[in-house]
């Protein structure tokens, strides 16, 4: 059964840090591109970034670059987000995917999310 379950979300100040995680399990996680995505209250679920199943590519979307950074350790099965210069609009429930192919055709798997709060 596939598990996605992220954390490290918190309250921070503006201008500081959060290292966010993803411990994943149920699949091969070496073998697939993960993604980090957000939904801040009252608005639609966004992609934050992309990284490949390596690690050697990553995507970024444009408010994020320079500002978060995606990485992964397979030997872990973990999935990471390092977002730094946070700003109070990065306020958002912080979610991990996978899309992960299935006999069905490839199927979304989310975590429940973490919160992180961008306020002073």
């Known amino acids: 059964q596939v598990q996605l379950v992220e954390s490290g979300g918190g309250l921070v100040q503006p201008g500081g840090s959060l290292r966010l995680s993803c411990a994943a399990s149920?699949?091969?996680?070496?073998?697939?591109?993960m993604s980090w995505y957000r939904q801040a209250p009252g608005k639609e679920r966004e992609l934050v970034a992309t990284i490949t199943r390596a690690g050697g590519s990553t995507n970024y979307a444009d408010s994020m670059k320079g500002r978060f950074t995606i990485s992964r350790d397979n030997a872990k099965n973990t999935l990471y987000l390092q977002m730094n210069s946070l700003k109070p609009e990065d306020t958002a429930v912080y979610y991990c995917?996978?899309?992960?192919?299935?006999?069905?055709?490839?199927?979304?798997?989310w975590g429940k999310g973490t919160l992180v709060t961008v306020s002073s």
């Open positions: 149920g699949f091969t996680f070496s073998t697939y591109a």
């Open positions: 995917n996978a899309e992960i192919a299935t006999i069905a055709g490839p199927m979304d798997y």
